[in-house]
């Protein structure tokens, strides 16, 4: 018997293992792909802001700027942390929470910034594509937090304590287990 024969047997993979979670407790296939979507019209309008050669009124231009960058970073940043592992290691936060809030302040953010540089532009062509581009991010964070509340609601019960994503409750506060893990050992 070869040595592959007797582990095939018995072991089997671990899909706890893997590192990329989606979809998960806190992040589900659509949403996923409605975040890249954020983080990808991000990028495409601060990119478009940076081609921008002169500027009429730059303090429109500056505020676009910083808003599509950081929408662009942080919205990266919790699109890792929530479709990885990472999110298990950083203890006592409230992912779901954390989510809604970012992305609700992000459309609120974006919405400002698009609105006030497509007011005070030059009207070249760059400017006027940021601006579509900047919009087009807020839609899809607006995409992402109707979803969001579809298939979570909101992350904080009536009682106050929060809830993880698809009505699970946070640690601890599940019922307690009816039976042991471990049995004694009989002599």
Known sequence: MALNEVYSQTTAPNPESSWFTV????????RFVVKVCEVL??????????LVQACSRCSALYLFEFVSC????????LLVI??????????????????LC????????????????????GNSTIEKTAVAFGFLATVAFIVDVGLFLKFNGLPWKTDGTPKLGHGDPVEGGGPPEKEKLTTPLQA
């Open 23 to 30: 979809p998960s407790h806190t992040l589900g296939s659509v």
């Open 41 to 50: 019209l991000s990028l495409v309008a601060f990119v478009l802001e940076e």
């Open 70 to 77: 950081t929408t662009f970073i942080f919205t990266l940043a």
């Open 82 to 99: 929530l479709a990885t592992t990472l999110q298990t290691r950083v203890g006592g936060v409230c992912w779901p929470r954390v989510d």
């Open 102 to 121: 970012y992305t609700a302040l992000a459309i609120l953010l974006l919405f400002i910034a698009s609105t006030v540089y497509s007011v005070q532009n």
